[in-house]
């Protein structure tokens, strides 16, 4: 059974909108979450973290939100450009365990 | 070169081959992974080795034979493979011992693209 779990597939956004990607977790000794973008034909790529002691962390235009009660964490975007048009993934693991377990990814694109 | 790389980026083999994925990091790091991903499923962890010991192996058939020789390569060897065995395989590497709490970030290769005949 999936632990993480991105439900949309896919997102479409108007340029300089603002992008919200979701993502909710089952396991709730889960106590650290990371967002991964993911161009085509390239790896994942590290885009921010935010530990469970946060219930938000910012970089830029970025902003990862973490809902513990709910067990859901969004990433938005604002504003969105159209370079962000991507797959992103979310990723969640626990201290007392060994591994980073995945959503499915949600596709993003950023309409001009 | 700098971050992780992967070779070779795409590869079909049939059934009965023998193949070998190369995966290097110009990071630094002691941790190395081996990642699945098939459509529309999330990343599957496949082996991990920390400081050239393997110290995770996530239930995979026996076809999949990983080595990792130092910190900096780790190997896929690939044999008699069936169709379903394919996928993007991911090489990622980290800082330190996952153990220590699995939380290090982990930095991904691009991915070898394979395909089973």
């Known amino acids: 059974d999936q632990q993480v779990k991105q439900n949309s597939p896919s997102l479409s956004v108007q340029e300089g909108r603002i992008s919200i990607l979701n993502c909710d977790y089952t396991?709730?000794?889960?106590?650290?979450f990371l967002w991964y973008k993911k161009y085509p034909a390239e790896g994942p790529t590290f885009l921010i973290s935010?530990?469970?002691?946060?219930d938000k962390n910012e970089d830029g235009r970025f902003t990862v939100f973490l809902n513990k009660s709910a067990k859901h964490l969004s990433l938005h975007i604002v504003p969105s450009q159209p370079g962000d048009s991507a797959v992103y993934f979310c990723?969640?693991?626990?201290?007392?365990?060994?591994?980073?377990?995945f959503g499915t990814g949600t596709s993003l694109t950023v309409i001009p | 070169e700098t971050g992780v790389t992967q070779t070779p980026r795409h590869l079909v083999m049939g059934m009965t081959n023998k193949k070998s994925l190369k995966c290097e990091q110009h990071?630094?790091?002691?941790?190395m992974y081996w990642y699945k991903q098939s459509a529309k499923k999330p990343l599957e962890l496949m082996f991990v080795?920390?400081?050239?010991?393997?110290?995770e192996n996530n239930s995979v058939p026996s076809r999949f034979s990983p080595e990792c020789p130092n910190s900096s390569h780790l190997f896929l060897h690939l044999h008699t493979l069936q169709p379903e065995d394919s996928a993007l395989y991911l090489c990622?590497?980290?800082?330190?011992?996952?153990?220590?709490?699995?939380?290090?970030?982990?930095?991904f290769g691009p991915g070898t693209r394979l395909l089973v005949l």
């Open positions: 990622a590497s980290s800082q330190d011992n996952p153990l220590a709490g699995g939380q290090e970030t982990q930095y």
């Open positions: 396991n709730s000794m889960f106590d650290y």
């Open positions: 935010i530990s469970s002691i946060k």
């Open positions: 990723a969640a693991s626990a201290h007392t365990g060994n591994q980073f377990y």
């Open positions: 990071l630094g790091h002691n941790a």
């Open positions: 080795y920390n400081f050239k010991e393997q110290t």
